[in-house]
Nanobody
Framework: RVQLLESGGGSVQSGGSLRLSCAAS????????MGWFRQTPEKEREGVAA???????TYADASKGRFTISQDNAKNTLYLQKNSLIPEDTAMYYC??????????????????????WGQGTQVTISS
């Protein structure tokens, strides 16, 4: 069974940066997709960014230009570098994976039901 463990959340001021990490274990397949999602009490869970095993990435419009998703395959770790943070980025951030992943990341980022495993989340709070 795949397990995902997020870390790196916290509280920062508007304009600051954070890097989230997600350590993955238990994979059976080598061709996987990984992604970051976020959720607030007022909104449904939404996709932030995703990456496949080749390094192909996709971003939600709200993330483009400010967030960068990356992965270290040797460490089975996913990252999300978040810059120029704004209060609207405040949310619980979740890591998720599709395994095995045969779809294009652009096609699955917006469909949470397609993701197989989820982490427990890490809270990010941005103050103005």
């Amino acid at each position: 069974r795949v397990q995902l463990l997020e870390s790196g959340g916290g509280s920062v001021q508007s304009g600051g940066s954070l890097r989230l990490s997600c350590a993955a274990s238990g994979y059976t397949y080598s061709r996987n997709c990984m992604g970051w999602f976020r959720q607030t009490p007022e909104k449904e869970r939404e996709g932030v960014a995703a990456i496949d095993s080749t390094g192909r990435t996709t971003y939600a419009d709200a993330s483009k230009g400010r967030f960068t998703i990356s992965q270290d395959n040797a460490k089975n770790t996913l990252y999300l570098q978040k810059n120029s943070l704004i209060p609207e980025d405040t949310a619980m951030y979740y890591c998720a994976t599709v395994t095995p992943c045969r779809a294009k990341v652009e096609a699955i980022l917006e469909t949470t039901a397609m993701w197989d495993y989820w982490g427990q989340g890490t809270q990010v709070t941005i103050s103005s």
